[in-house]
């Protein structure tokens, strides 16, 4: 049970309740989070890949699903694991909380 | 026989057309975050807090936050603003918002309770007689969050019912949070009331 519970992959979702709002200036994206009252500036691919969860509020993603979901491919690790970094980062800041398997 | 792409009234050009645009989007999308997202998603936080004057108030699950609780209770009382305490908004002469009494049913604006249910909330502000110190205070703070969420939006009127049936049940949980202890519920009806409270 335990090695079962440990292969499972970490998921993150959005704050419930607390949309995100995103503004668009010239070539770069902000993104405020009224949860913790910051303001983020993005990278053109944290913004693609924050504005994709946005839209997706009510679930849970692990790195392999998001990658699914994002590209429509799960097997290339390193990109498995930049999302994962990505997400931690996000988790980080507050934009994201993780969730318990 | 027509060619679909030149006459997008065909369904099979609309099926197609749709096919190209979700195709060529997953590859704009591909280059983007294949090449991007080594780096780092975040390039720069402004944390944009007023430092003095009112705060905006936090909803349950932004109250849990690692940010705001390092800033609630913090050297300069810092908190979300001046909202009416239960004994402000039982003081003679101060007008209710609309919708509400003073004799209105503590059971009529609760109604998942029965635990002071017959009690009218202005009697319910003023301290019920009966029940633990815990179900006083928070009865009177659920009641004065109320009030208060008449001229605000957070928190909601449905938060503060659920803060008060998840302190009943033992099972108010914003997010993914553990369980709200009524302490920790009591900080933060407080924390929307202006009273700066601090963390262990």
Not at chain 1, 14 to 20: C, D, E, K, T
Not at chain 2, 84 to 95: E, I
Not at chain 2, 151 to 178: C, K, M
Request: proline content about 7%; glycine content about 8%.
């Amino acid at each position: 049970m335990t090695e079962a519970l440990a292969a499972q992959p970490l998921q993150w979702r959005l704050q419930a309740g607390s949309p995100l709002c995103f503004r668009q200036l010239d070539d770069q994206f902000l993104v405020f989070n009224a949860a913790s009252g910051d303001t983020h500036l993005l990278s053109a691919s944290g913004h693609e890949l924050l504005q994709f969860l946005s839209e997706q509020e009510a679930r849970a993603w692990s790195a392999p699903a998001l990658a699914q979901a994002l590209l429509g491919e799960s097997e290339d690790a390193d990109f498995c694991l930049s999302l994962e970094h990505s997400l931690r980062y996000f988790e980080q800041l507050g934009l994201l909380v993780p969730v318990l398997p | 026989m027509n060619n679909p792409s030149e006459n997008p009234r065909e369904p099979g050009a609309v099926a197609s057309s749709v096919g190209d645009a979700a195709a060529a989007r997953r590859e704009a999308r591909r280059r983007l975050l294949k090449g991007g997202l080594a780096a780092a998603p975040v390039a720069l936080t402004v944390t944009s807090r007023p430092v003095l004057g009112a705060i905006e108030c936090q909803g349950p699950t932004g109250f849990q936050s690692a940010n705001v609780s390092r800033l609630v209770g913090a050297p300069g009382g810092l908190s979300c603003g001046t909202r009416k305490l239960p004994a402000d908004w039982v003081a003679t002469g101060v007008t209710w918002p609309a919708g509400y009494t003073r004799a209105m049913l503590f059971g009529s604006a609760f109604p998942q309770t029965t635990l002071y249910a017959a009690l009218t909330l202005e009697q319910v502000l003023a301290g019920p007689s009966t029940g633990t110190a815990n179900d006083k205070l928070i009865a009177q703070l659920v009641v004065a969050a109320l009030l208060n969420s008449a001229s605000t939006t957070v928190p909601s009127v449905q938060q503060v019912r659920d803060l008060w049936t998840g302190y009943l049940g033992n099972n108010f949980r914003p997010g993914s949070e553990a369980v709200w202890p009524p302490s920790k519920i009591i900080k933060y009806l407080q924390y929307t009331m202006g009273i700066a409270v601090t963390f262990p």
